[in-house]
């Protein structure tokens, strides 16, 4: 069976990702006798692989962009940037898409917050 030339690239992304985020679950450090890294900065780097993955491309396409500002226990501070920032409809797409695609994906995630201004 021929899959679309589309869907097998959003396949293979999708597993790209997955693998990413098992490699950041396996914490290569503390095998070599490192100390695990904190839970914070594992939360980070999986929340980041999510951004990249599921959200970015989105937002790319209308011009827009989302940083990660900072994580505290499972709470996480998000901004948006570029024409996202400026738009109408940024509390739909934070609450609609972000939140949900965030939740799907990393059901730990606590409060999801926006911050405003400048970085």
Same mark, same amino acid.
């Given at each position: 069976?021929?899959?679309?030339?589309?869907?097998?690239?959003?396949?293979?992304?999708?597993?790209? %990702?997955?693998?990413?985020?098992?490699?950041?679950?396996?914490?290569?450090?503390?095998?070599?006798?490192?100390?695990?890294?904190?839970?914070?900065?594992?939360?980070?780097?999986?929340?980041?692989?999510?951004?990249?993955?599921?959200?970015?491309?989105?937002?790319?396409?209308?011009?827009?962009?989302?940083?990660?500002?900072?994580?505290? %226990?499972?709470?996480?501070?998000?901004?948006?940037? %570029?024409?996202?920032?400026?738009?109408?409809?940024?509390?739909?797409?934070?609450?609609?898409?972000?939140?949900?695609?965030?939740?799907?994906?990393?059901?730990?995630?606590?409060?999801?917050?926006?911050?405003? %201004?400048?970085?």
């Amino acid at each position: 069976m021929r899959l679309h030339f589309g869907l097998r690239r959003r396949l293979r992304r999708r597993a790209e %990702g997955v693998l990413r985020f098992l490699h950041v679950l396996e914490a290569p450090a503390a095998a070599h006798g490192a100390p695990a890294p904190a839970a914070e900065s594992t939360l980070r780097a999986r929340v980041e692989v999510v951004l990249d993955d599921l959200i970015r491309p989105g937002l790319h396409a209308d011009g827009g962009d989302i940083e990660l500002v900072d994580v505290v %226990g499972n709470d996480i501070t998000i901004r948006l940037v %570029g024409a996202c920032r400026s738009c109408p409809s940024s509390a739909a797409t934070l609450s609609g898409g972000i939140d949900r695609l965030l939740r799907d994906e990393l059901p730990e995630i606590g409060a999801i917050h926006l911050a405003e %201004g400048a970085p």
